[in-house]
């Protein structure tokens, strides 16, 4: 069975820090890779995506990320992050026709 | 278009009661998923449903049952709730079993 591993729970930073979120899949096969984010009060919304080609992916609201094979790796990075980015992130993963695999979740707090 | 509408939005029942949930998937999506997430935990699996036929089921007791009807919507049934059940239930549509949109959820407390 598939897993994700997401490093942090919690993270906190100022605005226009820099954020990297880390996520980590046990799956060696090919798979899809997604980033879900799930600002307060609101329902889980599409972040990025990684189907296939280029590595590294450009989502929503400057957020984007890298997937790296050898590490079983797809972390998720923006140069700057706003008050706004403040939210609980999610990384998943998905094999073939399979249904999502989620990581814990890490809560953002970007304190103004 | 409308997104994924879930029904309905909160709900408590008591321990041993029956719930039923309720789902609408994006128009022209024929996939139907649906996942548990209870607090401090990312979504688990529970069913997934393609062109009403069941496709995927996760690690969940037999009390938990789905159906997907000819217009593509969906129910989850619970029987005989347990307090563990507690949780937000989120159901998922998608075109291609591929890239699945989320839905609002229903927020289930069981007393």
């Known amino acids: 069975a598939q897993s994700v591993s997401q490093h942090n729970h919690h993270v906190i930073l100022s605005e226009a820090a820099s954020l990297e979120l880390g996520c980590n899949y046990s799956?060696?096969?090919?798979?899809?890779l997604f980033w879900y984010v799930q600002y307060p009060g609101q329902h889980l919304q599409l972040l990025l995506k990684y189907f296939s080609g280029d590595p590294l992916v450009k989502g929503i609201k400057g957020f984007e990320a890298e997937f790296i094979k050898s590490k079983f790796s797809f972390n998720l990075r923006k140069p700057s992050v706003q008050w706004s980015d403040t939210a609980e992130y999610f990384c998943a993963v998905k094999s073939g026709y399979s249904t999502l695999t989620f990581g814990k979740g890490t809560m953002l707090l970007v304190s103004p | 278009d409308a997104g994924v509408t879930q029904s309905p939005t909160h709900l408590i029942k008591t321990r041993g009661q029956h719930v039923t949930l309720r789902c609408s998937p994006i128009s022209g999506h024929k996939s139907v998923s649906w996942y548990q997430q209870v607090l401090g935990q990312g979504p688990q699996f529970i069913f997934q449903?393609?062109?009403?036929?069941?496709?995927g089921r996760g690690n969940f007791p037999d009390r938990f049952s789905a159906r997907q009807f000819p217009n593509y919507s969906s129910e989850l049934n619970v029987n005989a709730l347990l307090l563990g059940d507690s949780a937000l239930y989120l159901c998922?549509?998608?075109?291609?079993?591929?890239?699945?949109?989320f839905g609002p959820g229903t927020r289930l407390t069981v007393t």
């Open positions: 449903y393609y062109e009403k036929e069941e496709r």
């Open positions: 998922a549509s998608s075109y291609d079993r591929r890239e699945q949109y």
């Open positions: 799956y060696g096969g090919t798979v899809n």
